[in-house]
């Protein structure tokens, strides 16, 4: 299971600067269940290779599971949910 970050200007209509998030296991495997929150709230959690679309990517382009943050969030990783 892979966790990926990313930046992005959304411009000021959709945010302005945020960091693009996502839990993604497309070219892994699930070798120990995840959990992925942010201080703004949002979080993710993959238990399984089966994890529902919107928690993690399962192809390339299933973005149900693309999330973005404002900047300065603070990102907290826990295993074994």
């Known amino acids: 299971l892979l966790s990926e ?3 992005a200007n959304f411009e000021a209509a959709y945010g302005g600067e945020r960091t ?3 839990l993604s296991h497309v070219d892994a495997s699930i070798n120990i269940p ?5 201080s703004d709230g949002q979080s ?9 679309a919107d928690q993690a990517y399962n192809s390339p382009t299933d973005y149900a ?9 603070t ?6 949910p």
Do not use: E, I, K, M
């Open 5 to 7: 970050y990313g930046y």
């Open 20 to 22: 693009s998030w996502d």
């Open 34 to 38: 995840t959990r992925l929150s942010v």
């Open 44 to 52: 993710v959690t993959c238990t399984s290779s089966s994890c529902p």
């Open 65 to 73: 599971a693309d999330r973005n943050s404002a900047l300065g969030q």
């Open 75 to 80: 990102y907290t990783h826990t295993f074994c």
